[in-house]
């Protein structure tokens, strides 16, 4: 047994010793970033366990995510061995669901080994109901709206409206919410809402499932949904004893049905529950949480808490200005660098994250990555390449340029959805390889009303086929043929075509109702790569061939061909990083799923108006509680960055974020610091690692990023307001953008 006064209870300070050993039935944590909330509940299960007495088969703790849960199994494991840690019931309040239905569902009609429909098999069971029925609803609306009831826990007798939609909820979507359920019910299928929409119901029915939970604990509670509320209600109904953690400043699912509310709802409806605030912040380093709580504290309405650094200022966060989207990301590529070198071991690449608002906003990030043979890894998101909507602009492209290559065209016939199912592609592929021929010759001659006398396909078939993919892809070849040296047609037209001829927009709203314009954006960027790829492509014309009059040097018709060549090398380069060592990686993540994590170096690229805020966002304090979380993820160094132009170029203006604006001349340094001896020593002391030996220490590195390639929008030294040093001689913002430089053609 481990002595628990000389491990775990011996690391805490008072309050959290307080919450951990906490007799009080309710206990609820409030407090801010990096302030042991997570730690304090892990020791609290350990207590619980080891010192109370609880076994460990009936204590249920809930996380956020499947990181965070594995993280903490981890942790509870050393201290009490593996095989007490595998009988807590630990898990996301989905899996704990599932696991409560997998055992006692058939108290409720479901079989123990009911299936989980997916959410493609949702989407298809809907669209049946809505065409069966004659529904006047679009079926993947209906989806996204049954989906929030769901998780507000509305059933779907009496799902009433909401005063907010009245508009748009049509009297046939409470009709086909009722009808999904009940199809689902028949064939024993769960979906993944209705996990917890179920285990509600079971535990409702039978409490004696739960009568053996002794306690539940539950971190990152200011996200849960009301769903998720009644289950936690459900979980504890046998003794009432409930652990929560939480932070209403680091509320940031509200779009995903997260209420906050339901933290006074449990003080309201849980009188006794004891209320600790921890104020010490040990995550990160006075400078940094400083800047955090300047941020966070411009929202008026938020309940103020104390959080005070137990760290020393160290380096001061950077605010840079840079001319664009791409030397932003090279910067952030010659900081990394810079630091692997100045700290000599003591960080490695594991070391720093890359905190996105968006996802779509990872593609110039990656490629500088990827230029510079740094590898990373992505989390909360896929890799660009890999994201379907620039799967499907690849495979047409590819088809246009290439046709015979079967595997595209059995990827791209059915999307947009065409009616086209499995077995005619199979009967397709079976009559190209009989006469030998790609399915491509196969499919003209079929349209060409060459069909073989053995053929499968209907004739209906052949003149969906023919009216839908063949005419696109027959369109876009010519304009492809035509694109030529002179411009008149280029590869952006190629695109812009193909993405009418799909109505791509359209294909995504209909398909992705809840995340349809993080797709769109991801097609807008993928437009950027192309004029990227078009501005080296036409640079390296210029540069690298030599003059020869009268010769045409390039045949530019070629151009599709080597963009996805291009292409192909920087999506092999995103995959070849899989399997690496990870020590060696550098982590992408989306803000959103970095919560409750840290690292000891921290960026959050393109900090400005329409980014962060975003602009499609209606709950301007949610964006600000998200750079608040982003920012508090830093251990020892913040860097946020602002281009000048936005990812579309010259003629995307920005504006450095409203979050930081009013800030940026004072709390911020211009470039990154200077290493010295110091900082080392201060870095190690806030990671808790050991310094480099003095003879490790070079003189300090300048930055290798050309001082040149980038633009201010607000000049780094104003005499009157700063001497523009700090301590590290560090230099400061001031506010006007007074200086217009040359080099701005470069973006
Ligand atoms: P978030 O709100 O971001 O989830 P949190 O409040 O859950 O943050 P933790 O992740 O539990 O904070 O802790 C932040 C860091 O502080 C961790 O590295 C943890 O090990 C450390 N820490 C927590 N409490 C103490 C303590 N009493 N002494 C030393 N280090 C501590
Ligand atoms: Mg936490």
Aim: charged letters at 30%; one cysteine or more.
């Amino acid at each position: 047994k481990p002595n628990l006064e000389n491990t775990i209870l011996r690391s805490l300070n008072k309050a959290q010793h307080r919450a951990v050993t906490s007799e009080a039935s309710t206990v609820a944590i409030l407090a801010g970033p990096g302030s042991g909330k997570t730690h304090t509940l892990t020791s609290r299960v350990v207590w619980l366990i080891q010192h109370m007495g609880y076994r460990p088969s009936d204590v249920i703790v809930a996380t956020f995510t499947i990181k965070a849960a594995r993280e903490m199994k981890e942790r509870i494991g050393k201290l009490l061995g593996e095989e007490v840690e595998k009988k807590i019931i630990l898990g996301t309040f989905h899996s704990i669901a599932r696991r409560y239905l997998s055992i006692y569902g058939r108290h409720i009609g479901l079989e123990s080994k009911f299936n989980i429909a997916d959410d493609g098999d949702s989407k298809a069971i809907i669209q049946r109901i809505c065409k069966r029925l004659d529904l006047k609803v679009e079926p993947s609306y209906a989806k996204a709206w049954i989906s929030k009831k769901k998780a507000k826990g509305t059933p779907p007798v009496n799902a009433p409206k909401s005063q907010k939609n009245k508009k748009q909820e049509h009297p046939d979507l409470a009709r086909c919410f009722a009808e999904y359920q009940d199809h689902l019910e028949r064939s024993n299928l769960v979906d993944f809402d209705d996990l917890l929409v179920k285990c509600v119901e079971l535990l409702r029915k039978n409490p004696e499932c739960v009568s053996n939970v002794q306690t539940v604990l539950i971190d990152e509670y200011q996200d849960t949904n009301g769903i998720q509320y009644e289950l936690m209600k459900l979980f504890a109904q046998a003794r009432e004893r409930i652990t929560i953690v939480g932070d209403p400043d680091q509320s940031i699912y509200g779009w995903r049905s997260a209420e906050v509310r339901n933290l006074y709802r449990l003080l309201r409806e849980y009188p006794e529950t004891e209320e600790v605030s921890l104020e010490e912040n040990y995550r990160s380093s006075q400078y940094i949480l400083d800047i955090s709580l300047q941020v966070i504290e411009e929202d008026k309405n938020r309940y103020k808490k104390v959080l005070r650094p137990v760290h020393t200022k160290c380096t001061q966060p950077v605010l840079r200005s840079l001319g664009s989207t791409s030397t932003e990301g090279e910067w952030i590529v010659s900081e990394i660098k810079r630091l692997g070198m100045m700290f000599g071991g003591m960080l490695k690449n594991e070391d720093v994250a890359i905190l996105l608002r968006s996802a779509s906003l990872s593609r110039h990030i990656e490629s500088a990555l990827g230029k510079a043979g740094v590898a990373y890894q992505m989390i909360g998101g896929k890799k660009f390449y890999e994201r379907r909507e620039i799967k499907i602009l690849l495979d047409y492209l590819r088809a246009v340029h290439q046709p015979d290559n079967n595997d595209v065209i059995a990827r791209i016939i059915n999307v947009p959805r065409r009616g086209v199912g499995d077995v005619t592609v199979k009967s397709l592929l079976e009559e190209a390889e009989q006469a030998k021929i790609s399915v491509w010759v196969v499919l003209c001659k079929h349209c060409r009303g060459e069909r073989r006398a053995s053929t499968n396909i209907r004739a209906n078939m052949e003149q969906r086929l023919s009216s839908g993919l063949l005419n696109t892809i027959f369109t876009l070849r010519k304009k492809a043929d035509a694109i030529t040296e002179d411009g008149a047609v280029t590869l952006i037209d190629l695109i812009d075509s193909l993405l009418n001829q799909l109505s791509f927009k359209r294909y995504l709203e209909l398909e992705y109702p809840e995340e349809h314009e993080t797709r769109w954006a991801n097609v807008q960027e993928f437009m950027n790569l192309v004029k990227d790829f078009m501005r080296d492509y036409s640079q390296m014309n210029t540069d690298e061939l030599p003059e020869i009059d009268n010769v045409t040097q390039t045949k530019e018709d070629d151009i599709l061909g080597k963009f996805l060549a291009n292409v192909s090398l920087a999506s092999d380069a995103q995959r070849d990083d899989g399997d690496g060592d990870k020590s060696s990686m550098v982590t992408i993540s989306t803000i959103h799923a970095a919560k409750g994590l840290e690292w000891p170096v921290v960026f959050v690229p393109s900090v400005y108006v329409g980014s962060i805020p975003h602009s499609r966002s209606e709950d301007i304090e949610e964006e600000r509680r998200l750079l608040y979380v982003a920012m508090t993820r830093a251990q020892a160094m913040l860097y946020l960055s602002c281009p000048l132009y936005g990812p579309q170029g010259l003629s995307n203006k920005v504006e450095l974020s409203n979050f930081v604006a009013p800030f940026a001349s004072k709390a911020f340094a211009a470039r990154g610091p200077s290493i010295d001896k110091k900082v080392l020593e201060s870095v190690a002391k806030i990671l808790g690692r050991e310094a480099p030996p003095e003879k490790r220490v070079f003189d300090n590195l300048p930055s290798m990023f050309s001082p040149e390639d980038d633009t201010f929008p607000l000049s780094p030294i104003d005499p009157k307001n700063s001497d523009g040093t700090e301590e590290n001689g560090e230099q400061h913002y001031a506010r006007a953008p007074k200086r217009q430089r040359k080099d701005t053609e470069k973006c």
